[in-house]
């Protein structure tokens, strides 16, 4: 017998509509790429994504057919996050970070029909333009005074202009209804190794995944709030911040290009955001920019780090000095990206600050819609019991089932119940209270004697050191234990900490064999488009580095 409810598909344009009905007023504030604050409605943006689907019909995009962006965080690529997926064409974010190489290669793989780009990546779209195969039209998120000069423009084929275009649109469409398993965006992973796979989400895995990244045990997002999105919509799309917004009706701020600490700082203060969100990396820059200024947040309560392992001594000082609760959160491209976030349950709430700051430090809980399990080298799962690490899978309906053009074939895991589960390629262990621990990505977990060490433990207790602005763990060849830990620490500026001084550091805080073998100092470390440390770089710059434990 089947329940007697309303069959409506879960669609994108779903969420617009509900913010144009019933926050029609709520702001969505951008800082522009010509460099001013813009101020804009979800009525004004539902409005104008409805002029976006209608001048893609003229343009002849096809439901299907993939529309790619090359921008920053802004009301111009709001618009378009809505009307290419409402119009039932597949947004494609193009990561603006990759090289010139990865993104021919990518607009080429998803035959990419239309590309919008933000005017800061001109000088991106020249080197590219002539070499895509698919791109019939590119168009320059601006208005026809900031269009590029005459001689520019002509070495750009079928150059238009992001206002005009849909200018001429009168804004008079009815969102269409389709299959919720309709494609409504696609994202490539970064390929660091081999090349970059497609992530092709539907409207239903979307609009599933914002309403669990919107609970409370993860953003915890409502109507009252300012939500600034640092993480930027080309990267997952910016973790479904954009379409929680207009779901929940909060405020929604947009800070472009500027993602330095200033920037960011004066966004965060002038429009009163409550929650934040972004990779470590960014947060460092904010923090040392408040640091060194005495300045406090007035407003912001919240703010949710991932993307990379959020150091235990970051979350200490967000809550000490600033009063700002971080929810450490996990995921990555292939699961929309949200599986586990790292909030309290009941038990916790008398803890010491101590015991609050473990739980904190961990990758958190899996959200409802994501189960995951650790599994030894052969499938076997392993017990929650703290201890045991083992490669991690998940499953849910936000979680892929294959790569776009089904590259690298079948990539789940059956089990014997015949599901299918998504290895990660991360290696983690999860408490008896289901808090997930990630000890390492496979490929960079360093064996020493048979044994595994996690490198985000030895970084953790480096970046708690008060003259460390950023540390990387990496294996280093040994003729004995063919690999131990060597740290590459990039000191903060004036900071002075010897070698010693960092290995003793360790002592009574890991088992002693963890301890790094060598400490080196280098002026930066690499970071990936997405804001992560390259350690495969790393490894092939000190591939040749002499460990004194030899
Ligand atoms: P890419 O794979 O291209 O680097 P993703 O954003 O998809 O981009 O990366 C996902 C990976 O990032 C995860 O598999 C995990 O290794 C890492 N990651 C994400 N969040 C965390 C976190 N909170 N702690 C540790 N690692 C994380």
Known sequence: MNGQMMQQPLLISSLIVHAERHHADREVVSRRVEGDIHRTTYQQVAARSR?????????????????????????RHMELYFGVSGSGAVLHTVNPRLHPDQIVYIADHAEDQ??????SFLP??????????????????TDRAHMPAADVAAKIPNLLCYEDLIGAQDGRYTWPSFDENTASSLCYTSGTTGNPKGVLYSHRSTVLHTMAAALPDCLGCGAADAILPVVPMFHVNSWGIVYLAPMTGAKLVLPGPGLDGKSLYELFENEGVTISAGVPTVWQGLLSHVDANGLKFSTMRKSAIGGSACPPAMIKKFKDDYGVHVIHAWGMTEMSPIGTAAAFKAQHIGHSPEQKLAVMSTQGRAIY???????????????????ATGDLLVRGPWIISS?????????LVQDAQGHGWFPTGDVAKVTPEGYMVITDRSKDVIKSGGEWIGSIDL??????HPAVAMAACIAAHHPKWDERPLLVVVKKPGAEVTREELISFYDGKIA??????????VDAIPLGATGKMQKIKLREQFKTHVLPTT
């Open 51 to 75: 002029q976006v689907a209608q001048a893609l019909g003229t343009l002849g995009v096809k439901p299907g057919d993939r529309v790619a962006t090359l921008a920053w965080n802004g009301y």
């Open 114 to 119: 239309v590309l919008f780009f933000d005017m």
């Open 124 to 141: 991106l779209i020249q080197a590219v333009a002539g070499r895509t195969k698919t791109v019939r039209h590119w168009v320059a998120m």
């Open 369 to 387: 819609g994501v189960d995951m399990k650790i599994v030894d080298p052969d499938g076997a799962e392993l017990p929650w019991d703290g201890q």
């Open 403 to 411: 790569y776009f053009r089904n590259e690298g074939g079948n990539p």
């Open 459 to 464: 970084e953790n207790i480096a970046m708690a």
């Open 512 to 521: 002693k064999w963890w301890t790094p073998d060598d400490v080196v100092f």
